[in-house]
DNA sequence: CGCGACCTTGAGTAGGCTCAATGCCGGTGG
DNA sequence: CCACCGGCATTGAGCCTACTCAAGGTCGCG
């Protein structure tokens, strides 16, 4: 009855990334790498003192580990430090729907300081590094740091109209439309974040049931659009990286508007 | 070649809402009627005195006016004081699709404070009443009012959070399951915010066209699943107002979490 | 070598789409 | 007063996109 149920197996590892295994910072926050790229603001000296403050550790999860479980609530926030995770809910049938992907930067679990419980439940795709903070914490950054807060709001903001987009997607788009849009959104944000040796090349440790979960379309379908894009030379794909092949017929196929995929962000 | 390209003619109406025509303060903070609804968090006095002067004026929008239009600018950030709309993005050739609804107390314009232009469009379903703020303004709010900037981002995260269910639904589920599912959502809202006389009765200016638009089926089909459900004396729907007759079946229908939905907000 | 994770491909089905008409108001103008 | 029109709901018919079921195939690993 149910359509496109996702047909996967069981999660292999459903072992739990824990907050108290993590290590008492590694990376300083005024050597953070994720402070050269420019997609980031520079922060105040101040603020930075803050933020170390603010930061109780980091924390190392493997590949295929949870860093946020729908239904628990948890008691941190983390913010991407490097490595990819994806953040996803379940219907109580398994069908699964992706909601998006987390890049180095995202701020995550800011929901949970609104809600009982998470809403959603977040996996590592790769192994991660990401930086703790207590969610207490967040409560003295409102009060002390007016710049710091406006970036929170920035940053939920952000991930809200990329949620836009993607409602757009699976709403009205076509299969090849969809393919079309997510690998160009994915490039882009690999590309925002120097994830790529290349803006057309990107690496990412994703299987087709993780793309068909996230353009709700069932995996053979999605195996299929996806051998159309690679037998007409537009993408290829092989081994979790794929490229791009010609960008021009890609956007096309994907009525995605380039000029607002390339706008600086901030 | 696209599917289920939404086959609506021309707004009728293509006229703007301007904030020009923004009256100059006509309920006073104090006596706002949204503080006395028991989803809104109460006021300090300060927080009061601040918000007085970040208003800016009133402004009131004729059923079927837009509020923003994508890819425009917008100056200004609003607060439904009364009446509904509903934001929505469109692709090049026409499909829609509606995002969410907008219902009293929800802050709007929060996006173009971020991104440059806004990309989505709001337009009103009813004629309404919002409360003008100005963009700076926000930033001044940050800067003085902690506890109203956390609140800012409390809406927001809990905007995208109704979004991740709607993405869920509009990509994992069947279409009864979606149309139930989006009954059961707005007679909450609408119950939240004191909308309805009944939690089960709702009346809300939308015609088929507008749920198929939200659920990403099409028109027909919306029909009949509609159709469905009220041979299924489960809801009933005329004029403009529907009321549902059996919540435990739609719920069922919807794979609907009730527990989960009318946890209080605040 | 066997097994598990993933990708491919074929075949048949069905949920949902398009096209096209019809019916039902409520408003408007002759 | 009535004819007409526009907006909306409804229904029938036929089609097609995307789904399900079911095999393989490949590769890496214990």
Redesign the interface.
């Known amino acids: 009855?149910?359509?496109?149920r996702?047909n996967r197996t069981a999660p292999k590892k459903p072992s739990t990334a824990d907050p108290k295994d993590a290590v008492r910072r590694q990376v300083p926050c005024e050597s953070c790498p994720l402070r050269k790229r420019k997609v980031f603001r520079r922060f105040t000296a101040d603020e930075l003192a803050f933020v170390k403050t603010f930061k109780t550790g980091e924390l190392t999860a493997e590949a295929g580990s949870m860093l946020f479980l729908e239904g628990a609530s948890s008691a941190h926030l983390y913010t991407v430090l490097s490595g990819l995770a994806f953040r996803y809910?379940l219907?109580?049938?398994g069908?699964?729907?992706i909601?998006n992907y987390c890049f180095p930067g995202d701020f995550l679990g800011?929901?949970g300081?609104?809600?009982?419980e998470m809403?959603?439940s977040i996996e590592a795709l790769s192994d991660m590094v990401l930086c703790v903070f207590q969610r207490e914490g967040l409560?003295r950054l409102?009060?002390?740091h007016?710049?710091l807060?406006?970036d929170?709001?920035?940053l939920?903001?952000?991930?809200?109209?990329i949620?836009?987009?993607?409602?757009?997607s699976?709403?009205?788009?076509?299969a090849v439309?969809r393919c079309a849009h997510l690998l160009l959104h994915l490039a882009q944000r690999a590309d925002e974040v120097g994830l790529s040796s290349s803006p057309n090349k990107v690496r990412i440790p994703i299987t087709q049931q993780h793309i068909a979960?996230t353009?709700?379309l069932s995996l053979v379908h999605t195996n299929r659009t996806l051998g159309q894009l690679m037998r007409n030379r537009v993408v290829r794909w092989k081994e979790h990286e794929f490229e791009i092949l010609n960008r021009e017929r890609l956007a096309e196929l994907a009525?995605y508007d380039i000029d607002?995929a390339v706008?600086p962000l901030l």
Chains 1, 2 share one sequence.
């Open positions: 009855m149910p359509p496109s996702s809910k219907l109580p049938d069908r699964r729907q909601l800011l929901q300081s609104v809600m009982e809403q959603h409560w409102f009060e002390t007016a710049g807060s406006f929170v709001t920035w939920a903001a952000r991930s809200e109209q949620l836009d987009q993607q409602l757009l699976v709403g009205r788009r076509s439309e979960d353009l709700g009525g607002l706008r």
